[in-house]
């Protein structure tokens, strides 16, 4: 098989695990959203405020368990799968699976003991450590979930990764508002860990089906496992770790109304990322079988097309946020839509390769350049974060990610182009140049009606005629691009759906053309 023979093997089933992931997140997500609308509802701003910080101390404690392992086992798992070798991979899920469980245990036992004083130092409210401890057992549940789903990740079983975060949402949808109707924030922690709690069950008999049980390992074979993964691990725990001092800082310097606002502009901000979350999932495996000069191409495209999704998308949301908002939760939540915008921001420079990096450094065993990054993140944040909060409260630390996500991502940059791969720089710009240039016609035909649901329907339909003509007019998409996507998409799900756009498409790169344009 010829090298682009390769890279189109692995391009194509990129793309269709990525569209089954996409499939299952879409779901999980959705009825994860109904569930938050019901929740926000039932609660109020000051209940999901107090819900939404219950689960704090038990991320902060996560950072005492798995140590990369998960990580270490997707690639390990894409690795053998590509040399037909998957035998030897069900002696390193049953030592990783101790490991984890072994340090989850001790983890969720030291936040019993000390959850009072975990609540004060990490919430500043003493009065949140009941609904801490009834968090608790997601300590041991969600590293075991993790585990699980990396290791399904590797072995490309996408049904199974679509089926995991469906049955997750869908428990905890349905039992979250329902405890709650009877017991407040209690029942919605109560709802949330059982439904965190069934998925990981879930996914743990889909693991053993298709391993064919745990086999046993020594603890020294836990070693290349730990060494590929800690640098990995590490960047988590500065992730987490940061997370959490977000937290703390929205708790000292913002109200719980704030924090209930930034919760559902953070919820609108997750299906953002419902497009580049299977991308950048799919893309690990992907990056860890291809050779060195195929992963420098498939970096360039993945960077190109991933960016023709996520910088309309952002630029939408950055416009559209309040009756987007206004839609699914109601006028409640006033301070939600410009928090929503000021995170979407993030995504007109995915033309540098954000949904990309992350996959290919760590596809290429670059894992502690991974690590690097995430410093130069939190030395951004830490600073940047205290300063502008005690100025700007929310919005201060909001602008402060912003700066701190720009710096992760071109220092990523950096380090990937000194390893061979190369980036288009000008359609980057062109790509974001292209989404501004549409959401403008999408804010204009927003005037025509004072009702949002009309506002929201011709401000859509506008924003993709105009950018569906923007695209091949500036240079993003050509011909070559057109047929690249209907042969990859042609057997997704979409691709009848597809099918009559990209032909809408070449008719537009086709018309430019003769008529001299760029495409």
């Given at each position: ?42 609660l109020g701003p000051e209940g999901y405020g107090r819900y939404s910080l219950s689960t704090t101390v038990a991320s902060f404690l996560m950072l005492l368990t798995n140590f990369g392992v998960h990580a270490a086992l997707t690639r390990e798992a894409s690795k053998l799968v590509a040399k037909g070798s998957l035998q030897a991979f069900s002696p390193l899920v049953g030592v990783a699976l101790r490991f984890s469980l072994i340090t989850s245990f001790l983890a969720s036992t030291v936040g019993f003991l000390f959850s009072s004083a975990l609540s004060l130092l990490l919430l500043n409210r003493l009065e949140l450590v009941h609904l801490v401890r009834l968090a608790l057992p997601l300590v041991i549940i969600d590293p075991l979930f993790n585990l699980v789903y990396a290791s399904l990740l ?366």
């Open positions: 098989m010829g090298d682009r023979d390769a890279l189109t093997v692995a391009a194509a089933e990129s793309v269709a695990s990525a569209f089954s992931l996409f499939g299952g997140q879409v779901l999980a997500t959705f009825i994860a959203g109904l569930s938050s609308i019901v929740l926000a509802r039932l590797g072995l490309g079983d996408a049904k199974a990764l679509a089926l995991m975060p469906i049955v997750r949402d869908f428990s905890r949808g349905v039992l979250s508002p329902l405890l709650a109707l009877g017991s407040g924030c209690e029942g919605a922690v109560t709802g949330l860990v059982v439904g965190h709690a069934l998925a990981a069950v879930a996914g743990f008999i889909l693991l053993w089906r298709r391993v064919g049980g745990l086999g046993f390992a020594r603890w020294g074979d836990l070693k290349p496992l730990l060494r590929y993964g800690l640098p990995l691990h590490v960047s988590t725990v500065l992730s987490t770790g940061l997370m959490v001092y977000q937290n703390s800082l929205l708790a000292w310097f913002a109200t719980d109304e704030e924090v209930g606002n930034l919760k559902i502009a953070g919820n609108f901000y997750a299906l953002l990322q419902l497009v580049s979350l299977p991308i950048t999932s799919a893309l690990f495996p992907a990056f860890s079988k291809l050779e060195k000069e195929e992963s420098g191409r498939a970096f360039k495209f993945a960077v190109k097309y991933s960016a023709l999704l996520l910088a309309p998308a952002g630029a939408y949301a950055c416009v559209m946020s309040r009756d987007l908002v206004r839609l699914i939760y109601g006028d409640a939540y006033r301070l939600a839509p410009v928090y929503f915008s000021i995170q979407a921001v993030s995504f007109l420079w995915s033309g540098l390769g954000t949904a990309v990096l992350g996959s290919f450094l760590q596809g290429i065993g670059e894992s502690k350049v991974v690590f690097e990054a995430m410093l130069v993140y939190a030395s951004a944040f830490v600073p940047l974060s205290l300063s502008l909060a005690l100025v700007a409260g929310v919005y201060g630390v909001l602008v402060a990610t912003l700066a701190s996500n720009l710096a992760f991502t071109l220092f990523s940059l950096r380090e990937a182009l000194k390893r061979g791969v190369s980036l288009d720089w000008s359609l980057a710009l062109r790509v974001c140049l292209a989404s501004i240039l549409a959401v403008a016609m999408a804010g204009a035909l927003s005037l025509i009606s004072s009702r949002y649901v009309v506002r929201l329907a011709f401000s859509m339909a506008g924003f993709l005629f105009a950018y569906g003509l923007l695209a091949p007019s500036t240079g993003c998409l050509n011909l070559d691009d057109l047929k690249q996507l209907e042969f990859l998409l042609g057997k997704t799900p979409i691709g009848s759906i597809v099918k009559p756009i990209l032909s809408i498409e070449k008719a537009v790169v086709g018309m430019l053309s003769r008529y001299g344009g760029k495409a």
